[in-house]
């Protein structure tokens, strides 16, 4: 099991950025993909980004390519996401996930989240 915790959320202007953590308690975190979800007032929760336990390959939603990067430290059993020139229309709860599944762009698939944290973006 892989309990994740969201940190770094907050308030941001527009065309700034943010670097988000999720840290992973359990001892099998690097056997564990990661994934990045987010869910505003009134929508579905949506996929943002995913990195692979095995070879590191990464994943982006369409909204996140070129803006966001995803990486992640076994080490530390952390998963970061760097977001840059951040728009009103990123605002959500972004959530921290992980799966030891093969598709990690569906939210069914994983089985540990987090709690949460608050990213407003404002312009």
């Known amino acids: 099991q892989v309990r994740p915790v969201e940190s770094g959320g907050g308030l941001v202007q527009a065309g700034g950025s943010l670097r988000l953590s999720c840290a992973a308690s359990?001892?099998?975190?690097?056997?564990?993909?990661m994934g990045w979800f987010r869910q505003a007032p009134g929508k579905e929760r949506e996929f943002v980004s995913a990195?692979?336990?095995?070879?590191?390959?990464?994943y982006y939603s369409d909204s996140a390519k070129g803006r966001f990067t995803i990486s992640r430290d076994n080490a530390k059993k952390t998963v970061y996401l760097q977001m840059n020139s951040l728009t009103p229309e990123d605002t959500a709860v972004y959530y921290c996930?992980?799966?030891?599944?093969?598709?990690?762009?569906?939210?069914?698939?994983?089985?540990?989240w987090g709690q949460g944290t608050q990213v407003t973006v404002s312009s």
């Open positions: 996930a992980a799966t030891n599944r093969t598709f990690v762009q569906l939210a069914y698939f994983y089985n540990n």
């Open positions: 359990g001892r099998t975190f690097s056997n564990y993909s």
């Open positions: 990195i692979r336990w095995n070879n590191n390959r990464t």
